[in-house]
T-cell receptor, first 123, second 114 residues
């Protein structure tokens, strides 16, 4: 079974500064997907960024970027120029790719989440 | 209305009650999921429906009963719950045939069992 570990229960950063959230995972799979989701006080989980394990290039989305180290099974999220609206709980998540293969005629994606990191951006 | 909508947003129920949580998605997805989010624990996958067929049931107690009448609607029927079932219940949907597809989540139902 896969496991995802986020070792930082809480982090804080000043507005406009940079912060890095850590995530490690354990799997025997060679192909998979990794995600960072954000859950603000409104409770709705929102995708921040997505990485495909077979791609060596680190994913970036505007102020958000990842440092994907496949051999080390590490997937950290860097938030640059932090904004007050970035205050939220951040979840790292893992998805096996093989569950997308047809199994009895159906396919789906199962997410395994870490415990989450509460990020607070201070003005 | 777009995205994934869950009702009700808040629910308080006694241990002998029967209630249902509703989830509706307007994204044209064909896979839907129920997750449980408890304090200080990772999100736990409860049920998965793909193409309206239940494809995963993660050892969830029978007091939770899912129903997926069509690809746009998902229900979670609750009966004789325990206080430890109090949690945030999140519904999600995705496009099942696309590898690594993003899951879209609703805002959840905050359930309190008294």
């Amino acid at each position: 079974a896969q496991t995802v570990t986020q070792s930082q229960p809480e982090m804080s950063v000043q507005e406009a500064e940079t912060v890095t959230l850590s995530c490690t995972y354990d799997t025997s799979e060679s192909n998979y997907y990794l995600f960072w989701y954000k859950q603000p006080p409104s409770r709705q989980m929102i995708l921040v960024i997505r990485q495909e394990a077979y791609k060596q290039q680190n994913a970036t989305e505007n102020r958000f970027s990842v440092n994907f180290q496949k051999a080390a099974k590490s997937f950290s999220l860097k938030i640059s120029d932090s904004q007050l609206g970035d205050t939220a709980m951040y979840f790292c998540a893992f998805m096996r790719s093989e569950l997308w293969a047809n199994a009895g005629g159906t396919s789906y994606g199962k997410l395994t989440f870490g415990q989450g990191t509460i990020l607070t951006v201070h003005p | 209305e777009t995205g994934v909508t869950q009702t009700p947003r808040h629910l308080v129920m006694g241990m002998t009650n029967k209630k249902s949580l509703k989830c509706e998605q307007h994204l044209g997805h064909n896979a839907m999921y129920w997750y449980k989010q408890s304090a200080k624990k990772p999100l736990e996958l409860m049920f998965v429906y793909s193409l309206e067929e239940r494809v995963e049931n993660n050892s969830v107690p029978s007091r939770f009963s899912p129903e997926c009448p069509n690809s746009s609607h998902l229900f979670l029927h609750l009966h004789t719950l325990q206080p430890e079932d109090s949690a945030l219940y999140l519904c999600a949907s995705s496009q099942a045939v696309t590898g690594g597809a993003e899951a879209f989540f609703g805002q959840g139902t905050r359930l309190t069992v008294v």
